[in-house]
């Protein structure tokens, strides 16, 4: 069964150092997305992505993060100068254009800021 | 704004338990319902879901019921296997017309034991 997959799975970083977290959706998915869960809070929205702009964001999605999908396939989210409270899950999702309530979630990256 | 509050975890039950997970929501319009479900190390995967008052989401034999009158929908299964265990999310979306984003409660972890 396709599935959304993840890179890297947790990655530690300095603050102030940028990251790179890394999506490959499936296959005929138009519509892209990126969650976060800071550790014991709840599943929160940062930002959708369709046609190669982005379509809604969050207020937590401010000028230190972006994404693009450079290459056709991988979708990307970049945090410029990481805080320690970006210390989070990050969870990629993408649906069809024919499903509009159901995204199919990648595993998650751990994030940790040091 | 939308809103989701589920039962804080861990909830821990031997195989073959009956199981409730409490949801209840709170919307400006007429939203769909949903339960989320992440066994480790894996993403998030809808489990079922009720698009309208009194529908029943069932699958994998977990059910819930929208109720509108108590903004509630809980999460039932009446016999836990411990392949259940894993964390549950309660999430809603406003539809039609809204931005199919769900809003998500923390979730609750189910630990079923032999």
């Known amino acids: 069964e396709p599935e959304v997959t993840q890179t890297p799975s947790h990655q530690v970083t300095q603050m102030g150092q940028e990251v790179i977290l890394r999506c490959v959706p499936i296959?005929?998915?138009?519509?892209f997305y990126w969650y976060r869960q800071i550790l014991g809070q709840k599943v929160e929205f940062l930002v959708s992505?369709?046609?190669?702009?982005?379509?809604?964001k969050s207020e937590i999605f401010d000028d230190q993060f972006s994404v693009e999908r450079p290459d056709g396939s991988n979708f990307t989210l970049k945090i410029r100068s990481t805080k320690l409270e970006d210390s989070a899950m990050y969870f990629c999702?993408?649906?069809?254009?024919?499903?509009?309530?159901?995204?199919?979630f990648g595993p998650g990256t751990r994030l940790t800021v040091l | 704004g939308d809103s989701v509050t589920q039962m804080e975890g861990p909830v821990t039950l031997s195989e073959e338990a009956f199981l409730t997970i409490n949801c209840t929501y709170t919307?400006?319009?007429?939203?769909?319902l949903f339960w989320y479900v992440q066994y480790p190390g894996e993403g998030l995967q809808l489990l079922l879901k009720?698009?309208?008052?009194?529908d029943k989401g069932s699958n994998k034999g977990f059910e819930a019921t929208y109720r509108k009158e108590t903004t509630s929908f809980h999460l039932e299964k009446g016999s836990v296997q411990v392949s259940d265990s894993a964390v549950y999310f309660c999430?809603?979306?406003?539809?039609?017309?809204?931005?199919?984003?769900?809003?998500f409660g923390r979730g609750t972890s189910l630990i079923v034991h032999p």
């Open positions: 296959s005929n998915h138009l519509y």
């Open positions: 009720a698009t309208k008052a009194d």
């Open positions: 999430a809603l979306s406003e539809t039609p017309g809204g931005s199919y984003i769900p809003t």
């Open positions: 919307a400006t319009g007429y939203p769909s």
């Open positions: 992505f369709y046609n190669n702009e982005i379509s809604e």
């Open positions: 999702a993408t649906r069809t254009s024919g499903s509009y309530n159901e995204q199919f």
